[in-house]
């Protein structure tokens, strides 16, 4: 008899994305001359830049051709991608990352959601409420016990040190959904904290390449001691619009350990390494020269120039909504701008009230965990045009409150 993984049964049934479609199908429906504007998604907009279209055909080409065709690549990524993100996103700033602590994947979706794999059922798992989903369901599926750190208008949404004792912590900064960021100086009181406890952190610095602030960390390797206790998850679906190409990676540092029942430090890279090497066969080859050309002299320059146009609409979207007396949070190292709704309304509220009236789409915070209740996500990967628009038709709406 084939027994089901009972943890599959405890899952809420996450269809916050779908309810918003739905809902949006059905205003549609009755007013089909209306004119919908989505800053609701969590998906970018603008096109591949040219560098890496330019290394993709070229890639394309050598894989026509028998003498430069490439078959299975190496399961942890190619050198050639390996050493352009230690050499640009560490070394360049002072970091000591090495070759073999880098590891090339298909997104930081896979490695975020699969790195539990390593740790023992009986961890406790802390994360934030708001929360991006993938860290509570893989663990969820796994029947692993979560911990939630509210983030709230009271913290300005930088979660407070657990109170009970917990073995694991996600941390994503800059934050989806809030879209925050930590100082160095808040980051610091994390990894003093996972020292101090034997823990362990799990970042994810996604929107790493949309941080403006000089106060705020790029990596979590800035901070001393955290080659110790922490696992770093990088994408460039965010950094250079890879959600469709698909390619990321994820540093574990030699050092970090984690321990058995009897207390011996077992080290996570080497597991890390074995399970890769069983359950993945690698990233496309396209894929990886596409992401190798985002460091290129020209990569970088087309890619910081996206980053900046959306920076820029969230800058007018944080103008606005401040301008008109609204209280809002990030939108300053995040493409993410995190709403407090008007007169106290509830975020499906707010929400239908911005569609019905302004036609314009945001997402519900509460869909990201309770403490998103009263909160919506505005986010800034629309086009400017588009932007402005949503922009107008709120001041709009906001004057008829
Ligand atoms: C978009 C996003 C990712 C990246 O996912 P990919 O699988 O690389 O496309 C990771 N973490 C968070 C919080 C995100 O919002």
Redesign the pocket.
Known sequence: MALVNENFLNLSSNYLFADIAKKVKAFKAEHAEADIISLGI?DVTQPLCPAVIEALHRAADEMGIAASFRGYGPEQGYDFLRDAIVNHDFRAHGIDINIDEIFVND????D?GNFQELLHVGNIIAVTDPV?PVYVDSNMMAGRRIVKLPCSAENNFVPDLPKQPVDVIYL?YPN?PTGTALTHKELYKWVNYAIDNNALILY?A?YEAYIQSDKTPHSIYEIPGAKHCAVEFH?F??TAGF?GVRC?YTVVPKEVTVTTLACEHVALNPLWNRRQCTKFNGTSYLSQRAAEAIYTKDGRQQVQQTIDYYMHNASLMRQTLQGLGLKVWGGEDAPYLWLQTPKSLTSWEFFGQLLEKANVVCTPGVGFGECGEGFVRLTAFGTREKTEEALERLKAYISTL
Do not use: E, L, V, W
Request: hydrophobic fraction near 10%; proline fraction near 0%; charge should be positive.
């Open positions: 969590g997104g930081a979706k896979s975020t991006y994503c989806n994810d996604a994408s679906s965010k959600t990321g």
